[in-house]
């Protein structure tokens, strides 16, 4: 239960997370997998990607389709909406985060 408790919080950082370096650079899937891993998020693709895909139909994020060795590769992108989500959420993170440190 517990697990699925915290799944459920992680799942808003990670959100947060996805928008950070989409406005950064572009990202696609497998990259942001390993990035997320990197900082102890173990999340399937199955998992990934719907929350891309999520994010994209909030507007949050735009989807480029690239020809990489062949193979069609999704690149997102943060949309303006995305960044002022992401500003007011990194603003209600810090104020959070000083007040349970």
């Known amino acids: 239960m517990e697990d699925k408790i915290l799944r459920k919080l992680f799942l808003g950082f ?26 102890g998020y173990e999340i399937s693709s199955g998992t990934l990607y719907p929350i891309l895909h999520s994010m994209e139909k909030d507007e949050l994020l735009l989807k480029e389709k690239r020809n990489v060795e062949g ?7 943060a949309t303006s909406k995305g960044e002022e989500v992401f500003n007011q959420a990194r603003a209600k993170a810090y104020e959070l985060f000083k007040e349970i440190k």
């Open 71 to 77: 193979r069609i590769r999704k690149y997102y992108t």
């Open 14 to 39: 990670i959100q947060i997370h996805i928008l950070h370096h989409a406005m950064e650079h572009p990202i696609y899937g497998a990259w942001m997998q390993e990035e997320l891993q990197e900082h």
